[in-house]
C-alpha cells in the first residue's frame, strides 16, 4: 500500500517558480565566481605583460669599468657640443635610396686651398698614413687584443713612457683633436674639398685615441664623420669619393676605406650598431681588390691593365685592405690580391733599401727617396718585418732621413709613414727616430691645437698637416713596436 501526496495547482506554481529562482540565482553566482578569478589572476599577470617601448637605435658598450668611455644613448641634435650621437644621421643612412646628405649641408663650408693630386709627384703634396703590424705586433691587430686597456689615459701615459714619448706628446694630440673638432663641417666632413680622404685622416686620428662614438668628448664628432662616409658609400655602391670619375679618387677611396675598415673593428669590438657601416666597408675594400692593376699595384682611375701605377696610390690600397682584414669581414680574392702588391712593393727597392716611386732609383728628392717608409710599413704590415727588405729599407731611413720642421726635410707625407716602420722596427734604429721628430713636431704646434705648414714649399692645408702630425704623435700607443713586444 502506497501514500500519495495531491498538490494543488496554486501549490505546484509556487514549487516551479521557487525551482526557477534558485537556477538563476546558481547562475549569477557562477558568473561573479568566474569574474573574481579572472581579477585575481588579471593583478598577478598584469606586470608580465607590460612591455618596455623599443629603441629604435642602441649602442651598448662591453668596456671594462675602468675605461673612459661612458654608453650613451643618441639624441635628435647633432649641434651640441659635446652631446650624444645624432640619431637621426644614423637612421638616414637606412633608406634603399640614399640621400643628398645625411644632414642638412651647411650654408658656409670650411674654406681650404685645393689639393692638386695630378702633378705626377703625388707624395710630394703629402699623401700619407698607415698603420702596421710589424712582427705581428701592433697596428690593425692591437686593436680588438687590447682595446679595454688601450682605451685608458694611463695606459696612453705608461706606453708613451716606454716607448719614448712624453705627456706633453698627449698634451698635443688632445688639443689636436679639439681643434677637428671645432671645426668639422655640419654634415661631418672636413675641408671644402676632398672630403672624403680629409674626413678618413681625421677620423683616424681620432680612432688613433680611441675615439668611438661613445667617447663623451668626441663621440658626436666621430658618429658624424662615420656616418658622412657612410652616406658617401651608400650613394656610389662602395665607391668612396665625391668625383669617382676623376683620375685620383682611388687616393681618397684608399683613405676612406682604411678609416671605415678601422671604425668596424672598434664598433665591432665595442658592440656599436651604425646601419650600414659594415655593408659599406664590405663594397669598398672588395673594390680595391676587383680593381687591382694587372702588374699587382694600383692605377689613377683604378686602370686595370693600363694607367700610371705608383708606391704612393699602392700604399694607401694596401694599408685598407689590412684594415679590412681585421674586420671579421669576407673579402674574396684577398690573400692572392695582397701577395701581387706586396711583390710590386718588393720591386720598387733598389740596392741601397731605398723604395723609388714608379720603380727602383725614381722620384728621389734632393738625394732622398721619401717613399722608402711605404715600403718598409707596408711589408711589415703584412708580417714581412723580418725580411731582408725590410732591414735594408729601415737602414736606409735611419742612415739618410732628417727632419726639421721649418726645412725641406719635414715632408709630413714621408715621415708618418717613416713613423710607423721605424717604431715597428724598434731598438736603436727607433731611438734615434724619435729623437728626430718628436721635439721638432711639439715645439712647431699652434696655440690652436693646429700645425703650421712645414718648410720646403710644399703644398698642404691646415687641417691634412694637423691629421698627419697627430697620428704621428699617436705612434706610441696606437701601435707597438715588432721587436717581440705584444
Given amino acids: 500500500m502506497s501514500l500519495h501526496a495531491n498538490l494543488s495547482p496554486e501549490a505546484l506554481e509556487r514549487l516551479h517558480a ?28 598584469l606586470p608580465s605583460l607590460v612591455k618596455e617601448t623599443p629603441t629604435i637605435v642602441t649602442y651598448e658598450s662591453s668596456l671594462s669599468e675602468n675605461t673612459e668611455l661612458e654608453e650613451k644613448k643618441v639624441n635628435t641634435s647633432v649641434d651640441r657640443k659635446p652631446s650624444s650621437p645624432s640619431s637621426s644621421m644614423a637612421k638616414v643612412i637606412t633608406a634603399n635610396t640614399a640621400s643628398p646628405t645625411a644632414v642638412p649641408v651647411p650654408d658656409v663650408d670650411v674654406t681650404t686651398p685645393s689639393m692638386n693630386f695630378g702633378n705626377g709627384d703625388d707624395f710630394g703634396t703629402g699623401w700619407g698614413n698607415g698603420d702596421g703590424d710589424g712582427n705581428g705586433g701592433g697596428g690593425f691587430g692591437g686593436v680588438p687584443a ?34 677637428l673638432k671645432a671645426n668639422q663641417s655640419a654634415d661631418g666632413s672636413w675641408t671644402g674639398s676632398n672630403q672624403t680622404a680629409m674626413t678618413g685622416l681625421a677620423l683616424l686620428a681620432y680612432l688613433g685615441h680611441c675615439e668611438t662614438p661613445l667617447s663623451e668628448r668626441y663621440g658626436d664628432t666621430v658618429l658624424r664623420a662615420i656616418t658622412y662616409l ?41 658592440k656599436i650598431n651604425i646601419p650600414n657601416l659594415f655593408d659599406v666597408t664590405q663594397k669598398s675594400g672588395q673594390l680595391i681588390i676587383q680593381n687591382q692593376n694587372q702588374n699587382g699595384g694600383w692605377a689613377y682611375n683604378y686602370e686595370i691593365s693600363t694607367g700610371h701605377t705608383d708606391l704612393s696610390i699602392v700604399g694607401w690600397q694596401i694599408q685598407a685592405l ?54 718598409v710599413l707596408c711589408l711589415q704590415m703584412w708580417d714581412k718585418g723580418s725580411t731582408s727588405t725590410v732591414r735594408k729599407g729601415a737602414g ?18 714621408c715621415h708618418y709613414y717613416q713613423a710607423q716602420a721605424m717604431m715597428n722596427r724598434g731598438g736603436n734604429e727607433w731611438k734615434k727616430y724619435n729623437g728626430q721628430f ?16 712645414p718648410g720646403g714649399g710644399m703644398s698642404m692645408n691646415p687641417h691634412y698637416q694637423t691629421c698627419l702630425a697627430t697620428l704621428m704623435l699617436e705612434v706610441y700607443y696606437r701601435f707597438l713596436p715588432g721587436t717581440g713586444s705584444k
Fill in 146 to 179: 687590447s682595446m679595454k686597456k688601450r682605451c685608458s689615459k694611463q695606459d696612453r701615459l705608461d706606453r708613451l713612457q716606454s716607448t719614448g714619448g712624453t705627456p706633453q706628446c698627449e698634451d698635443a694630440v688632445v688639443k689636436s683633436l679639439d681643434w
Fill in 18 to 45: 521557487q525551482r526557477r529562482n534558485s537556477t538563476i540565482s546558481s547562475v549569477v553566482i557562477a558568473v561573479l565566481v568566474v569574474v573574481l578569478i579572472a581579477l585575481i589572476l588579471g593583478i598577478f599577470l
Fill in 230 to 270: 657612410v652616406n658617401v658609400g651608400m650613394k656610389t655602391d662602395g665607391k668612396l669619393s665625391t668625383n669617382p670619375t676623376g683620375n685620383h679618387w682611388p687616393y681618397e677611396h684608399g683613405i676612406a676605406t682604411y678609416a671605415l675598415a678601422e671604425a668596424s673593428t672598434f664598433c665591432k669590438q665595442g
Fill in 396 to 413: 736606409y731611413i735611419s742612415d739618410k732621413t732628417q727632419f726639421v720642421y721649418k726645412d725641406k726635410s719635414a715632408d709630413l707625407y
Fill in 322 to 375: 689590412k684594415a679590412c682584414h681585421h674586420t671579421g669581414l669576407k673579402f674574396e680574392g684577398m690573400t692572392q690580391c695582397i701577395s701581387k702588391g706586396l711583390n710590386y712593393v718588393t720591386s720598387c727597392q733598389d740596392a741601397s733599401g731605398a723604395f723609388g716611386y714608379t720603380g727602383p732609383g725614381s722620384g728621389a728628392r734632393d738625394g732622398y727617396f721619401p717613399l722608402t717608409g711605404v715600403g
Fill in 438 to 453: 718628436r721635439d721638432e713636431l711639439l715645439k712647431n704646434q699652434n696655440p690652436d691645437g693646429s700645425w703650421p705648414t
